[in-house]
């Protein structure tokens, strides 16, 4: 993406003001006053749409502290219309993109070996990302419209352009449900598998692990390929008003999903990591490791909730509805410390549903269709390559920016809407009037128009809420309080729903107490930002967070000589050994993990080191050994070229003499420093030895979302 300017938005300006405001009174009130600042960027990539929100500080402020209405968002979001030409005011990006049909160039991904894909790492090659800095793509400015790459709101308004010459099947939507194995995503996942495979097959994105086999990876190009574009306008969006630069310290706090495996969360952390390096994002450009701090989305969305919330406490219970565009997801906690405010552990086991507001979208779309299924005869009077599916594309965009968002179904009587159509036959069956498609909810008749698209989705919601509920009440936990936030959760639909539903509750014997319906101060309720808002928060203040419990066991991948003896390993019994062809001795391939999931490890800690021996042939001119572990490379040509090793003893195996060749030991040692593991090679073994090669990997999503 270019860096071509864009103008700043009214809101933007008079938000800048007041942030800088308290900042400066915050660095003047410090000893050692500082104009550098330090940025907290707060990342929600959704399902459905994207936000990013931010605070800065001066740099040496040891203790900051915002309050929400200090945090800024993203806007100005390329081809946001939602302001005409005063530049996008939505706070947030659609989740999507539609590749090109041409192959991109990318290096092949170093985790497809002969192991199959089971080590997991996550290697990028970022040199010369292909995405990385292309021209704004206008889909309005190229002849050739399949050939530019389209994310965001490009998306959005090409997929429901007419005659549309694009190949469907490179668009890729919520893939974030790909790592959401459950029965509710199945159907999203299907579809998702398939724009993959054209993916795949076509060079544009890159297979990992087995060929044959899918893989949780397979998603990470996607992720990584929109993220720097998300990071490239936010980059942009900072320089124009901030004075942004490559000097900027830059801290990420990630939101992630708590269904969600800590693989899961690793691929989503590495997308981060490899973008914000691929857009030299701040300081990050001289960094050899991102650290993220990870954090679950509904506890980032109850920080921002109740930060300054006087009407929760210590030890209350309450449910938070986080309804976006693709997931629904209900979950009960209890507040643990209110300052900072930190939720203890989930009181009931968390709900969630495909069952997001995108999916209106879809029973609209199928409504209409299923009206004038029977109406070919308007395919003569459109131009050519029209089809009746095309025709009722031109009603979504409508439904998305105005039904969905102002009408409450719930309403007996009065809505009523017309869509003209040129050519339809009057109908009075189906309500087709002089050209027009009427849609109704008027509270008698045989078939509600609103109701059909709607209903279905705010059951399945209120199912999820009733099920929190109901197991909470069996626990003997008193619920008062559900708050309900995101997209879908400005719905008018959805409050009146579910405040009818917690009316009926409240009432029953078994209850006996008011739960109310918590949306916010105003029409709109809880910002589409808070949990992005709710990630900046957690992270300028970590205290109090989980236990550091690993998730994850962390290890070096190496051979471990063959000892299937009474005297040698008994769990080497029941394994196949491989010959080394150099030394002719027996070696199994081992993983010898330092960190075990499930252990409790401090934030700074030193592992036991340990011998690592490699043998190289004697006529091999350079001796350079890669480990899977991050990656471990040493280069130890020197002790052949300066003659400070001698050969080692030739064995004899079962069928033949060992090759001449030479034997290294190095000492392996690791160290976890908070978020961020480093390991080192070290020749020879010992204090007075040499490190002859260090590597380092963030390991945030080795442990609990909320840890520091």
């Known amino acids: 993406m270019s860096m071509s300017a864009r103008r700043i938005t009214p809101s933007a300006r008079s938000s800048l003001g007041e942030r800088e405001f308290n900042s400066s009174i915050a660095g003047k009130n410090s000893k050692n006053f500082t104009t550098e600042k330090k940025f907290v960027i707060g ?4 399902t459905t749409f ?25 806007k100005n979001w390329p081809d946001d219309l939602s302001s005409g030409d005063a530049g996008g005011t939505r706070p947030q990006v659609p989740s999507e993109i539609w590749y090109s049909p041409i192959p991109l160039s990318r290096e092949a991904p170093q985790d497809t070996d002969d192991q199959d894909g089971t ?33 965001g709101y490009q998306v959005h308004h090409q997929q429901y352009r007419e005659n549309i010459s694009r190949n469907t099947g490179t668009r890729v939507k919520r893939s974030k449900l790909h790592l959401v194995p459950t029965a509710y995503t199945h159907d999203d996942r299907v579809e998702l598998l398939r724009s993959m495979e054209i993916l795949i097959d076509n060079g544009i994105i890159r297979k990992h692990g087995s060929k044959d086999e899918p893989d949780a990876r397979n998603v990470l190009d996607i992720f990584t390929d929109f993220l720097v574009k998300v990071l490239n306008h936010t980059k942009e969006q900072l320089i124009q008003l901030h004075n942004f630069s490559s000097q900027s310290v830059v801290e990420f706090s990630l939101t992630v999903p708590t269904i969600w495996s800590p693989n899961a969360s690793r691929i989503l952390q590495t997308a981060l990591q490899t973008a914000a390096r691929l857009v030299k994002f701040g300081n990050i450009s001289t960094k050899k490791v991102v650290i993220p701090y990870i954090v679950s989305e509904p506890e980032a969305a109850a920080i921002y909730m109740l930060a300054g ?13 986080d309804c976006g565009g693709g997931t629904v997801d209900i979950v009960t906690y209890e507040i643990g410390t209110e300052h900072p405010l930190r939720l203890s552990e989930e009181k009931v086991t968390p709900g969630g549903d495909n069952c997001g507001s995108s999916y209106l979208n879809e029973n609209w779309k199928n409504m ?40 409450d179904i719930t309403s007996l009587f009065g809505l009523k809407t017309r869509l003209h159509l040129p050519g ?44 929190q509920l109901f197991t909470a009440l069996e626990k003997g936990l008193k619920v008062k309080k559900v708050f309900l936030l995101g997209g879908f959760g400005a719905s008018p639909s959805l409050r009146s729903y579910l405040r009818n539903y917690l009316r009926e509750m409240s009432n029953k014997p078994e209850v006996g107490y008011d739960i109310e319906l918590m949306t916010g101060n105003d029409a709109s309720g809880y910002p589409v930002t808070a949990v992005s808002c709710g990630a900046v928060l957690a992270a300028l203040n970590k205290n109090n967070g989980p236990a ?21 390993f008994e769990a080497h019994r029941n394994c196949t050994a491989k010959n080394c062809s150099i030394d002719n001795q027996d070696y199994l391939y081992v993983v010898n993990y330092f960190v075990f999931k499930g252990s409790l490890i401090p934030p700074r800690h030193r592992f036991e080191p340990w011998i690592s021996i490699h043998a190289f042939p004697e006529d091999s001119t350079t001796w350079i050994y890669a480990q899977i572990a991050g990656r471990l490379e040493f280069d130890m040509t020197f002790l052949k070229t300066q003659r400070k090793i001698p050969l080692a003893e030739r064995r004899y195996g079962k069928t033949k003499l060992a090759e001449p060749h030479y034997c290294v030991e190095l000492e392996i040692s690791a160290e976890l420093n908070g978020m961020l593991l480093e390991y080192s090679a070290r020749y020879p073994p010992g204090v007075g030895g040499k490190i002859m090669s260090r590597g380092q990997v963030c390991v945030s999503a080795a442990f609990a979302p909320g840890c520091a």
Request: aromatic share 12%.
């Open 424 to 467: 339809l036959k009057e109908n009075a069956e189906k309500r087709f009037d002089d050209g027009h498609i009427v849609i109704i909810n008027f509270g008698y008749g045989n078939r509600q128009d609103w109701e059909e698209v709607f209903n279905p989705l705010l059951e399945r919601v209120k199912k999820l809420l009733h099920a």
């Open 43 to 46: 990342v929600d990539f959704g």
């Open 50 to 74: 994207t936000s990013v929100s931010y605070f800065f500080h001066p740099i040496n402020e040891r203790h900051p502290r915002a309050f929400p209405e200090q945090l800024l968002s993203i």
């Open 119 to 151: 080590l997991d790492e996550f290697v990028y090659a970022d040199k010369s990302h292909p995405l990385t800095f292309v021209e704004n793509a206008n889909p309005e400015s190229s002849g050739d419209e399949s050939s530019e790459f389209l994310w």
């Open 548 to 568: 550091r419990m690993a998730q994850s066991s962390y290890g070096i991948f190496r051979k471990e000589l063959y000892q299937p003896t009474v005297l040698g």
């Open 309 to 321: 919330n006087s009407s929760v406490h210590p030890r209350e219970t309450f449910i938070i509805a």
């Open 368 to 407: 209409l269709l299923d009206k004038l299924k029977d109406e070919s005869y308007l395919l003569d009077m459109w131009p050519a390559g029209e089809s009746l599916e095309s025709i009722v594309n031109r009603f979504i965009p409508n439904f998305e920016n105005d039904h969905k968002r102002r009408k």
